[in-house]
């Protein structure tokens, strides 16, 4: 257990465990507040990029209906192989602990997620948002599988995705003392750990964790750069 204060706000961190059904919903709200600037999700939201202009409100309400809705699923999804993670934070005065942190680690050897199964989670997409949201979704998740496989050269790792920390915890060490717990698991296990950020800024904090980026492409729909980074597994002695 670390802990830290900001202001006059106490805080106790404890040990990352796997998502729980009652915590998924404040583990959707942090990754939506996190991913609404995406521009990946803002494409796929509207069919095109901001082009550097503010977004309007009816714009910004659709792209968290969007996202609210594909994280739900997302994490039901990934929630049944234990690959959602959380962490708790303790904060003095609140009975409860929130949920300061999520992220998704998903691993190599885990039971293959069929078609039909992806269906049954957002085949209702099309009715809520249009087919060309859907075709929008089909066609992104298409390209990043791709490219993940090519950077990966095909080989057993575990992918990091949609990491989140609580707006009130960020800058804190919150983020950095969970991930390190799943990455040190990764370590013993000798797996490498790949992600893929489309934030500039997400690139030093995961330097800071031992990330090294491998390359660096473009999904040119979304006018949207992505940073594709690696934690290697520690030579075995």
């Given at each position: 257990v670390v802990s830290?204060?900001?202001?006059?706000?106490?805080?106790?961190?404890?040990?990352?465990?796997?998502?729980?059904?009652?915590?998924?919903?404040?583990?959707?709200?942090?990754?939506?507040?996190?991913f609404a600037?995406?521009?990946i999700y803002n494409f796929i939201s509207h069919?095109?990029?901001?082009?550097?202009?503010?977004?309007?409100?009816?714009?910004?309400?659709?792209?968290e209906k969007v996202i609210s809705f594909l994280?739900?699923?997302?994490?039901?999804?990934?929630r049944r192989e234990n690959w959602c993670k959380?962490?708790?934070?303790?904060?003095?005065?609140?009975?409860?602990?929130?949920?300061g942190c999520t992220f998704i680690m998903r691993r190599p050897h885990g039971k293959p997620i069929s078609t039909l199964t992806i269906l049954q989670h957002v085949g209702s997409m099309p009715f809520r948002f249009g087919f060309s949201c859907f075709k929008r979704l089909l066609e992104a998740n298409d390209w990043f599988e791709s490219t993940f496989k090519e950077v990966t050269e095909g080989k057993d790792c575990i992918e990091l995705e949609r990491m989140a920390v609580h707006p009130d915890f960020q800058r804190r060490g919150v983020g950095s003392h969970f991930l390190r717990q799943a990455l040190e698991q990764a370590q013993a296990e000798g797996l490498d750990v790949f992600l893929?950020?489309?934030?500039?800024?997400?690139?030093?904090?995961?330097?800071?964790?031992?990330?090294?980026?491998?390359?660096e492409?473009?999904?040119?729909?979304?006018?949207?750069?992505?940073?594709?980074?690696?934690?290697?597994?520690?030579?075995?002695?």
């Open positions: 830290g204060t900001q202001e006059t706000m106490q805080l106790r961190l404890g040990e990352l465990e796997n998502l729980r059904v009652s915590q998924e919903p404040a583990a959707v709200t942090l990754l939506s507040e996190a600037v995406s521009p069919g095109t990029p901001c082009q550097g202009r503010p977004w309007t409100e009816d714009e910004k309400a659709r792209t994280f739900q699923q997302n994490l039901k999804l990934h959380c962490g708790h934070v303790h904060v003095e005065d609140q009975s409860k602990p929130l949920v893929t950020t489309q934030e500039e800024h997400n690139v030093q904090f995961y330097s800071r964790l031992g990330f090294d980026v491998v390359c492409r473009k999904y040119e729909p979304a006018n949207a750069n992505c940073w594709y980074m690696v934690k290697r597994a520690a030579a075995n002695p």
